[in-house]
C-alpha cells in the first residue's frame, strides 16, 4: 500500500510537472489567422526596420500597450527570421550554447504580440512618400524606427577583410569552431607534422567579445576536443589575445580586469596589450612595432561601426561615430516621424557623452521609443531616455565569470552561476530557456558534444 501511494504520488508528480512546463511553453496569438487586419489598413502603421534586441522590444512594447485599441499597427522588417542573443553567441564556439537556443524565432514572437513580420533586406526609404522599399517591396509608414545594428569595422587595416573571421554572428562563432575542429583533423591525418601557424588562433580586440572567444576557444580546444584526439597534443595549440590598447576590457572595473587578465594567463592565453595590428596576411600578424605572428587562423572582434546602409539613405551621421544623429527622445536630426535607436544611433546622454552601443541599452532604449510613438500618437508629451548602467557580466567558461552587477563585483564559479540566471531569464524563447538549462544542468554529468557540419547555412 505504502509503495502504491509513494508510486502515485511520484506519477503525480511527474505529470504536475509536465502540465506546468506545458503551460509555461504554450501561448495564444493576439489574432486569429483570419482576424489580423493588414498592416496598411491601419490608422498608425509603425514599421520598425531590424529585429535585433532594439526593434524587436520596441515592436513587442507597442503590442504589449496596445492590446486594447485597434489603431496601432506594427512591422518589423528583417534580415534574419531570428533575433540573435547576442551576449551568449561566443559560448557557441566551445558547444557550450547551442545554436537553436539562441537563434530565438522572431516571427513567432511577433505574430504571437499581434505585429507583422518581413524577412527581408532593407534597400531604400523614400522619406517624402513616406515608403520603405525591402527585397523590391514597398511598405508604407507613419512612424519609422531605425534598428539596424552594428557590422564589423576593419579601420582599413590591410588584410583583416580578406584573411580575419569576424565575429559578429552565429553563423560566425560556427565557422570559428569548426576551424578548431578542421586544424584537429589536419594534425591528426598529418600525424602531428602540421606547422605552428595552423594550430595559432589569434583573437584580436580585448573587448568583451574578444575575451569571451579567446576564453571559449579555450574550453574547445583542451576540455571539449583533446579528449577526443588522443594523437594530437592539446599544448600545441597556441591562443593569442591582442589589444591596441594598455588593458583588456577597457570597460570594466580594474580589479575584475586583473582578475580576468589573471585567469586568461593560468589558461596560458597570451595576452599583448599596446599591440597595434598593422597587416593580416594568410599566415601572419604583422604589429606595428615590429614583432609578427605565425598564424593562419585570426579572429577579428576589436571594430564595430554603425550599419553603412544609414550613409547611403543620406541619414545625418555623427562624424566621429557614424550613427545616425538622434536628441534625447531617439528623433532623428530633421524628422518629425523618424526614430533611431541601439547600435545604429548617436544618442546623448545629456552629459557631452553618448549610450553606449550595447545590448541592455538597446533594450531599455526599445521600451522607451514604444512608450515615446503611442504618446506622439496620443498627441502627449514625450519623455526624454535616460541611461543608467547595471553594469556589465564577463564568462570566461570553465565555469569562471567576472561580474558588476548593479555595483555589486564578484567573480568565480558563483559569478558563473549568476552569469547563467541572469542570461537565461532574459533568453525571449521559452523552449530555448528550457532547453539550454538542461544543456548546462547536462554538462555536469558529460562534456558537450562537438560535430562539424562544414556547409552550416546549407545543412539549416
Ligand atoms: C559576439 C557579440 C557579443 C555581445 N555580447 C554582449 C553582451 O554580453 N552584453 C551586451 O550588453 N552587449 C553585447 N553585445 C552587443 C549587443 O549585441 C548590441 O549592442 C545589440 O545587439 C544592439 O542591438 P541592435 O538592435 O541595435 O542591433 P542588433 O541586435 O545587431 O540587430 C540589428 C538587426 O538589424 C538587421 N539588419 C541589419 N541590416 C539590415 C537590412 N539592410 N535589412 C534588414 N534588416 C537588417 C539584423 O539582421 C538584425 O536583426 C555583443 C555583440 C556581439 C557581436
Known sequence: MGKLLKGGLALGGVALAAGGLKWALSSEPRYAPWEKPRFRDFEHRVLILGGGFAGYNVAKNICNLTRNREDVGVMVISRDNYLTFWPMVPGIVSSDVGVKNIAQPLRRTLI???????????????????????????????????????????????????????????????????????????????????????????????????????AQLHVLIHEVLGPEY??????????????????????LDPGLRRVAHGQLAAREIEVMTNALAQEVTENCVKLKDGREIATENVIWTAGARPNSLLEKL???????????????????????????????????????????????????????LARNILAEIDGKAIKPFKYKSQGQLIDLGSHFAVNDAFGVKFSGRMASLFWRGAYLVRLESPQGRVRQAFDWALEYFARPTVAQIRDYQAAE
Open 230 to 251: 588522443p594523437n594530437v597534443n592539446p599544448n600545441r595549440f597556441r591562443i593569442y589575445l591582442l589589444d591596441a590598447l594598455p588593458n583588456i576590457l577597457p570597460e
Open 112 to 214: 504571437y504580440d499581434g505585429a507583422s513580420f518581413r524577412r527581408a533586406t532593407v534597400e531604400d526609404v523614400d522619406f517624402e512618400r513616406q515608403i520603405v522599399t525591402a527585397d523590391g517591396h514597398e511598405f508604407p509608414y507613419d512612424h519609422l524606427v531605425f534598428a539596424l545594428g552594428a557590422q564589423p569595422s576593419f579601420f582599413g587595416i590591410p588584410g583583416v577583410e580578406e584573411h580575419a573571421m569576424p565575429m559578429k554572428g552565429i553563423t560566425d562563432a560556427v565557422k570559428i569552431r569548426n576551424r578548431v575542429i578542421e586544424r584537429f583533423e589536419e594534425a591528426v591525418l598529418a600525424g602531428g607534422e602540421v606547422p605552428e601557424s595552423k594550430l595559432t588562433f589569434v583573437v584580436i580586440g580585448a573587448g568583451a567579445t574578444g575575451v569571451e572567444t579567446a
Open 314 to 368: 543620406g541619414l545625418p551621421l555623427n562624424e566621429k561615430t557614424r550613427g545616425v544623429k538622434v536628441d534625447e527622445y531617439f528623433r532623428v536630426e530633421g524628422f518629425t516621424n523618424v526614430w533611431a535607436i541601439g547600435d545604429n544611433a548617436t544618442i546623448p546622454t545629456g552629459e557631452n557623452g553618448f549610450v553606449p552601443p550595447n545590448a541592455q541599452a538597446a533594450v531599455k532604449e526599445g521600451a522607451h
